[in-house]
């Protein structure tokens, strides 16, 4: 943590993204965005605001600014190739019954 002091306003803290891993999941799922002004005080908020209901066993928080997606105009180039590439996916392979759902 900084010993600088916090901007005036939520308006000037910068923005982060967060993420919970509900009880029953193994993976943390985007649930929004907020302003704080540091990690631990975005963390505090998005326990208030994203887990009122103790549904949460895992918080991230993620400056928005770290963050660098794909552009959607880009679909093409990022996951058509993919097509392609069929033995990637296991269709060719018959799955014993025992086994269940996979």
């Keep these: 943590m900084s010993d ?3 901007p005036a306003s939520s308006g ?9 891993r509900s009880k029953q999941g193994l993976d943390h799922k985007h ?5 704080a002004s540091d990690p631990a005080h ?3 908020l998005a326990r208030d605001v994203y887990t009122r209901r103790q549904e949460g066993v895992s918080i ?9 997606a794909s552009a959607v ?3 093409a180039d990022n996951f058509d190739p993919m097509a392609s ?5 296991p269709t060719f ?3 014993p019954e025992e086994i269940g759902h996979m």
């Excluded at 649930?31 to 302003?35: C, E, I, K, N, P």
């Excluded at 991230?60 to 660098?68: K, L, N």
């Excluded at 590439?85 to 996916?89: A, F, G, N, P, S």
């Design 60 to 68: 991230w928080v993620v400056p928005a600014h770290a963050i660098t």
């Design 4 to 6: 600088a002091a916090p």
């Design 31 to 35: 649930v929004g965005s907020l302003h």
């Design 85 to 89: 590439k069929i033995y990637r996916h």
């Design 93 to 95: 392979y018959d799955i």
């Design 42 to 44: 975005a963390i505090a």
């Design 12 to 20: 000037d803290w910068p923005l982060f993204e967060v993420f919970v």
């Design 73 to 75: 105009e880009q679909k």
